[in-house]
């Protein structure tokens, strides 16, 4: 009938404009995703390359210049190793689509356990875990494992990065509306208020300076804010200069049947 032959038609015009809308969105990230590695790539490179033609020119006779050369040019190779890796898993993190209901992990274990890294690691922190509400005695949440200690150990690797004197963390689990809600806690710097919204964006650092000096690319929280809303939760951050900073993320909660 005419009808239905028009609304197929009409259906197949909103699924073809939807297609094209998604296909130029695609197109424009993977643009801005080129040009912003570009441009980090671009410094390790420029500094490597400085190095090593005051080497071919001169410096190799000299051991002193020798030496800083070599230093320098192997620690802006780790940081562009650091980066080409950072620069992967945020890639990866923005082809997963929404999970549904087939992917869950076990959080109480998943964070403990990189709790337990982390003390390992950082031996003068204190790490902190509280629990409140009955229903997460055990709560299981919709995400793979591998990308809640993926979101996990960025958010902690940046709350000890950015702790001044106080060499304390605090995590926290509370219920709300069908969503588990963890708050990742440090008692450093502080984020100013201006920087506050920008922090998920790729590449951005509050103090570049400060940033490079301890080996960030300004990645990680682009990375935690892709895999976190992939799975239907959001991210989030509230901070006092001065006083420190909490990043707090949602995920599903699966009731424990």
């Not at 239905?4 to 643009?31: A, C, P, R, V, Y």
């Not at 590695?37 to 190799?60: C, D, F």
């Not at 070599?70 to 082809?95: F, G, T, W």
């Not at 702790?163 to 304390?168: E, L, R, T, V, Y």
């Amino acid at each position: 009938e005419p009808s239905n032959s028009k609304d197929e038609m009409g259906e197949l015009t909103n699924i073809f404009n939807d297609m094209m809308d998604q296909i130029e969105h695609s197109f424009n990230q993977q643009k801005r995703f080129v040009e912003d590695a570009s441009h980090e790539l671009r410094t390790p490179v420029q500094i490597m390359e400085g190095h090593l033609k005051l080497l071919n020119r001169w410096g190799k006779n000299d051991p002193i210049i020798l030496e800083e050369s070599l230093q320098a040019s192997i620690q802006e190779l780790e940081r562009m190793k650091k980066l080409v890796q950072e620069l992967l898993d945020l890639s990866r993190a923005e082809q997963i689509e929404s999970k549904g209901s087939d992917s869950s992990a076990l959080l109480l274990k998943t964070i403990q356990q990189v709790i337990k890294n982390f003390e390992l690691i950082h031996e003068d922190f204190t790490f902190k875990l509280e629990v409140y509400g009955e229903n997460l005695d055990n709560p299981l949440v919709q995400i793979s494992e591998n990308h809640l200690e993926q979101i996990l150990i960025i958010i902690l690797d940046n709350a000890v990065k950015y702790s001044d004197q106080i060499h304390k963390i605090d995590i926290s689990l509370e219920e709300e509306n069908g969503m588990v809600k963890i708050t990742v806690r440090d008692y450093g710097v502080g984020i100013p208020d201006e920087d506050l919204s920008k922090i998920f964006h790729r590449f951005y650092r509050v103090d570049k300076a400060r940033s490079r000096a301890r080996g960030g690319n300004g990645l990680g929280l682009s990375i935690a804010k892709q895999l976190v809303e992939s799975y239907s939760g959001e991210i989030y951050a509230s901070s006092t200069l001065g006083k420190g900073t909490s990043i707090t993320f949602t995920l599903p909660l699966i009731e424990n049947r």
